[in-house]
């Protein structure tokens, strides 16, 4: 649809993906997250955790799958700074 060929929309994501979103460092502040995971067919997967009230990115990370020995370490490394939120939201 996009005219681009298969090569080319890798190509874009790949570049996209390399592109570091600012990150809220100071994880005191957020009491509310939405956590959400984004595929690209068999190239992996982007974790991303959101401020909730401000829809800032606080974190993410890049993995092959949404699994939980995927995201484990992500999260107690979350956790390891103080990300302490009240809710969260899928």
Same mark, same amino acid.
């Given at each position: 649809?996009?005219?681009?060929?298969?090569?080319? $929309?890798?190509? !874009?994501?790949?570049?996209?993906?390399? *592109?570091?979103? *600012?990150?809220? $460092?100071?994880?005191?502040?957020?009491?509310?997250? !939405?956590?959400?995971?984004?595929?690209?067919?068999k190239d992996g997967c982007l974790l991303n955790l959101m401020n909730a !009230?401000?829809?800032? $990115? $606080?974190?993410?990370?890049?993995? *092959?799958? @949404?699994?939980?020995? @995927?995201?484990?370490?992500?999260?107690?490394?979350?956790k390891n700074h103080e990300v302490d939120? !009240?809710?969260?939201? @899928?």
């Open positions: 649809m996009s005219g681009y060929s298969a090569y080319e $929309i890798k190509c !874009i994501k790949n570049y996209w993906l390399g *592109q570091t979103p *600012q990150e809220d $460092i100071d994880y005191s502040k957020v009491r509310y997250v !939405i956590y959400d995971a984004t595929y690209f067919h !009230i401000d829809h800032k $990115i $606080i974190a993410h990370t890049y993995v *092959q799958n @949404e699994s939980f020995e @995927e995201s484990y370490d992500w999260f107690n490394n979350l939120p !009240i809710s969260r939201t @899928e």
